[in-house]
């Protein structure tokens, strides 16, 4: 009665035990926020409730230019970094089967041999002399041991502690999948930034070429002024500084565009060569159009937002992981095969044949430190992916509110740049008539001069600016990677 009572007390224990041991530690979850503002602050509203998205619209739709259509077709096979990132796809890819062969079966095939010599006065010498004597038979001396068979181990996944570590690794491939094509739509864009960029130097180039033309015949004018007594020789070396001081500027914008051409070389996986481009007017080029939507599209149409949402969900399916190390895990072994002291035996069935099964159940009962600090660090991990995929929609949301600003803004200065332009080219033509009879000083032609070609630079600079702010608009959408 006595002993019933002390097994019943110590059964009611270890049960007590065993509840506390798969109790979990609480925590504070935080969960993310999906909501995001009606419309852009700076569009209006038209424009931004309506569902019309450039980001849909296929990049060679958008940028209709060949020779740059070329460029990025040769960049999406040749860049080096894109490449990079394909194989993290098939690093993440392998990673799944990695873990999907953990919650199977481990099934092994092997054969083992080994000799044994026990000694005659040892407790098992002496216990198989004896057997050996009484049965009348004889087993080799040494013993030796042959055996072949199939042997297998698995872990019986109850709390879907293997198959959500699967599901994490599926998921965190999505991922890479998503990074890959923001990394599409990123090179794309610098490859349109730095292709206007190069049209814009081309033509700033011909411009100083032309106006290195005006100078040079400006300065020969003051020349024979100075013949004639009616200039000196300040006017002529003012304008001989003004001359050299553009040429510097030609080598300068050479040297920019030989370094814009070795870029969009780097960028499309290329040693440098010459870039085939359009030949037309820069001031010409229009604007290309863009429609944002809303900004709850952005969820969608954004790689980096997805990428953060898939991170998300494979962290808060590792915080599942890290709980299931709380319970008990039961564990099963078997194996069968044949064994025997001599090769020829190991056909001599059934006495030869050999099977075994086990099953073992385990949980953690003290000191489990370990484990929460692994739950805990699986929440601190899940609780940061939230903030992160918050901050990334954030800043998905202010790009596109400051490129729809930017365009705006752009298009009002370059109408009023073509106007300075306009105006100080009808005032070099002034200023020069005005010069050759003597009714104006050189200073005023030089300063006229140089306003006019620094108008002119800075007319070229905010129409590469808009068509920027075109191609950032559409990569702020997520254009460009479908």
């Given at each position: 009665m006595l002993k019933k009572r002390i097994y019943q007390v110590l059964g009611a224990a270890g049960l007590a035990l065993a509840v506390g041991a798969c109790k979990t530690p609480e925590l504070v979850v935080k969960n993310e926020s999906r909501n995001v503002p009606a419309s852009y602050s700076t569009a209006t509203a038209a424009a931004s409730l309506d569902s019309a998205n450039t980001a849909r619209v296929q990049w060679k739709q958008f940028f209709t230019d060949p020779n740059l259509q070329a460029l990025i077709e040769t960049a999406l096979q040749n860049n080096q970094e894109l490449n990079i990132t394909l194989q993290e796809i098939e690093i993440a890819k392998n990673e799944i089967r990695a873990r999907q062969g953990e919650y199977l079966p481990f099934v092994s095939l092997g054969a083992r041999a080994d000799v044994e010599k026990v000694g005659r006065y040892t407790l098992q010498g002496a216990t198989e002399e004896q057997v050996q004597i009484k049965e009348d038979r004889r087993t080799p001396d040494p013993l030796t041991n042959f055996q072949l068979g199939a042997f297998a181990t698995w872990e019986v996944d109850i709390w879907h502690k293997l198959r959500n570590a699967k599901k994490a690794a599926a998921i965190r491939y999505l991922a890479t999948v998503e990074g890959k094509n923001f990394m599409v739509t990123n090179l794309i864009a610098e490859i349109a930034n730095s292709y206007y960029e190069l049209l814009a130097y081309d033509n700033q180039l011909a411009i100083v070429q032309q106006n290195i033309g005006i100078q040079s015949n400006a300065l020969e004018l003051v020349r024979l002024q100075k013949e004639s007594a009616r200039a000196t020789e300040l006017a002529v070396k003012r304008f001989e500084a003004q001359v050299e001081h553009t040429r510097a500027l030609q080598f300068k914008l050479q040297q920019s565009i030989v370094e814009t051409e070795n870029k969009l070389n780097y960028l499309a996986g290329r040693y440098p060569q010459a870039v085939t481009r359009s030949t037309q007017s820069f001031n010409e080029l229009a604007p290309l159009s863009s429609q944002v939507g809303s900004p709850a599209q952005l969820l969608n149409n954004r790689p980096d937002i997805r990428q953060a949402e898939q991170q998300l969900a494979a962290a808060k399916v590792d915080v599942q992981v890290a709980r299931a190390n709380f319970y008990p895990s039961l564990g099963l072994t078997g194996g069968v095969g044949l064994a025997a002291f001599t090769p020829g035996l190991l056909v001599s069935t059934p006495q030869s044949m050999?099977?075994?099964?086990?099953?073992?159940?385990?949980?953690?009962?003290?000191?489990?430190?370990?484990?929460?600090?692994?739950?805990?660090?699986?929440?601190?991990?899940?609780?940061?992916?939230?903030?992160?995929?918050?901050?990334?929609?954030?800043?998905?949301?202010?790009?596109?509110?400051?490129?729809?600003?930017?365009?705006?803004?752009?298009?009002?200065?370059y109408d009023a740049k073509a106007k300075e332009v306009a105006a100080l080219n009808q005032s070099v033509d002034i200023s020069n008539s005005l010069f050759r009879y003597a009714r104006a000083d050189y200073t005023e032609v030089l300063f006229t001069q140089r306003d006019a070609l620094e108008s002119k630079f800075d007319l070229i600079e905010t129409r590469m600016q808009q068509l920027n702010a075109s191609v950032n608009v559409y990569r702020a959408l997520g254009g460009g990677w479908q």
């Open positions: 050999l099977y075994a099964l086990g099953a073992d159940l385990a949980g953690p009962l003290f000191n489990r430190n370990g484990i929460k600090a692994a739950y805990y660090t699986a929440n601190a991990a899940q609780t940061q992916a939230v903030y992160q995929y918050e901050k990334t929609v954030l800043n998905a949301y202010i790009e596109v509110s400051n490129q729809v600003a930017n365009i705006s803004n752009l298009a009002k200065s």
